[in-house]
Every structure is written in C-alpha cells, then in structure tokens.
C-alpha cells in the first residue's frame, strides 16, 4: 500500500472550494485540487460519476491548521 503526504479534506461543488482554497491561501497553505470530471473530460473519456464536484488536498504537515478552516465554513454555510 502506498503512503501519500496528503490528506482529502473536502469534496463539495466548485463555489464551496473556491472559498476553501482562498481561506487557506490566507494561511500560506496550498491546497491540490482534483477534479475528476474536468480530468476526463481533457483525456477525452467523458465525465466523472459527481460532475462539478471536486475534491481539496493538503499536505499532512499542514491538516490541523486547515480542519480548523474547512469546520469553521461548514458550520458558517447556508449549504449545509
């Protein structure tokens, strides 16, 4: 089994994870952004099985500063 240096903290649409990513740049943290659909859609495959969705890294170095940011928006979001 392989072993990553980082840590999935967020799957959500596209406006939630603009607002994540612009919280922990505040933070000097700089999230990995997946994006399956758009992945395969530039691969040519088609899209993914939650298109819009995507999907936050961080380095593990960096997790408890950014759980403090990703529990502090989801309880502030008129999403939940």
Do not use: C, W
Not at 37 to 49: K, P, Y
Request: no cysteine.
């Amino acid at each position: 089994m392989s072993h990553s240096s980082y840590t999935k903290i967020f799957t959500g649409n596209f406006i939630m994870v603009q607002r994540i990513v612009s919280e922990l740049k505040e933070l000097d943290i700089i999230p990995v952004i997946k994006d399956q659909t758009e992945s395969a859609r530039l691969g040519g495959f088609g899209g993914g099985i939650l298109p819009g969705f995507q999907e936050v890294y961080i380095n593990n170095d960096e997790l408890e500063k950014a759980s403090e940011i990703i529990k502090n928006i989801s309880e502030n979001s008129e999403y939940q």
